[in-house]
């Protein structure tokens, strides 16, 4: 099953990968008047698809009771990291043609690349620390580790909102949902709490 997951995580590269090809054969026929641009956008609404999905993933196991799903989780995770890598290095190769000054002006100049650039390095040892032997490693110190995944996701929703290249429904959307998935996380907190409560009194 992990590797059906894994193979639809990879569908949208594909799929990207198909379109880049048609805009070389035919220029202008796939991306209209800005082709990178249109590419850099695209992988950046799939970032933040998959981290929404990433997110979704442990909030539907515990509505629906179906704990099972959670092991998908790591392979969408490495997807999200993966898209928010490319959609860098898309940056960094069409817009800034290469030009480490270039980005580092951008960095300091331009508040969502900022953001961007923070949402990108709270991927990091996310990305790194996902494997078992790293979880066995951390123990308890894992899931603190791993709750860099709620500032990320803030940073990213920062970025998508001050690059204003998406639509105002887009960012309602992507925000609502966030809401929701945090929502649900402090509830669950908040029972679990009551319910220790409970027990020790
Ligand atoms: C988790 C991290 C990130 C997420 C989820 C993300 C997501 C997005 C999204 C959704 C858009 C708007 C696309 C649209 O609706 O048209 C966007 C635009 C953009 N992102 Fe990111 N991004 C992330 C990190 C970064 C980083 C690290 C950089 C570069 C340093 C970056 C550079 C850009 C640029 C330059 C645009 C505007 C492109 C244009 O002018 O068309 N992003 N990003």
């Known amino acids: 099953m992990k590797s059906i997951v894994f193979a639809v995580?990879?569908?949208?590269l594909l799929v990207l990968g198909w379109d880049v090809a048609n805009e070389i054969r035919l220029p202008g026929s796939t991306f209209g008047p800005d082709p990178a641009e249109a590419v850099v956008d695209l992988l950046g609404i799939w970032t933040?698809?998959?981290?929404?999905?990433?997110?979704?993933?442990?909030?539907?196991?515990?509505?629906?009771k179906r704990p099972e799903i959670?092991?998908?989780?790591r392979t969408v995770g490495l997807w999200t990291f993966?898209?928010?890598?490319?959609?860098?290095?898309?940056?960094?190769?069409?817009?800034?043609?290469?030009?480490?000054?270039?980005?580092?002006?951008?960095?300091?100049?331009?508040?969502?690349?900022?953001?961007?650039?923070?949402?990108?390095?709270?991927?990091?040892?996310?990305?790194?620390?996902?494997?078992?032997?790293?979880?066995?490693?951390?123990?308890?110190?894992?899931?603190s580790l791993?709750?860099?995944?709620?500032?990320?996701a803030l940073a990213a929703l920062l970025h998508i909102l001050w690059a204003a290249k998406a639509s105002l429904l887009d960012v309602s959307m992507y925000g609502f949902t966030l809401a929701i998935l945090f929502a649900e996380r402090i509830v669950v907190r908040i029972r679990r709490r009551q319910d220790k409560g409970v027990v020790n009194g």
Do not use: K
């Open 82 to 143: 993966a898209y928010a890598c490319l959609h860098f290095l898309g940056y960094f190769t069409l817009l800034a043609e290469y030009s480490f000054s270039a980005w580092l002006e951008d960095f300091s100049d331009r508040t969502y690349i900022t953001a961007g650039m923070a949402a990108l390095v709270l991927l990091i040892p996310l990305a790194i620390t996902s494997t078992r032997n790293w979880q066995r490693l951390l123990g308890r110190r894992w899931r």
């Open 70 to 73: 959670v092991s998908f989780r």
């Open 146 to 152: 791993h709750a860099l995944i709620y500032p990320a």
């Open 48 to 64: 933040i698809r998959f981290l929404l999905i990433t997110l979704s993933i442990s909030t539907f196991a515990r509505i629906f």
């Open 9 to 12: 995580c990879s569908i949208p």
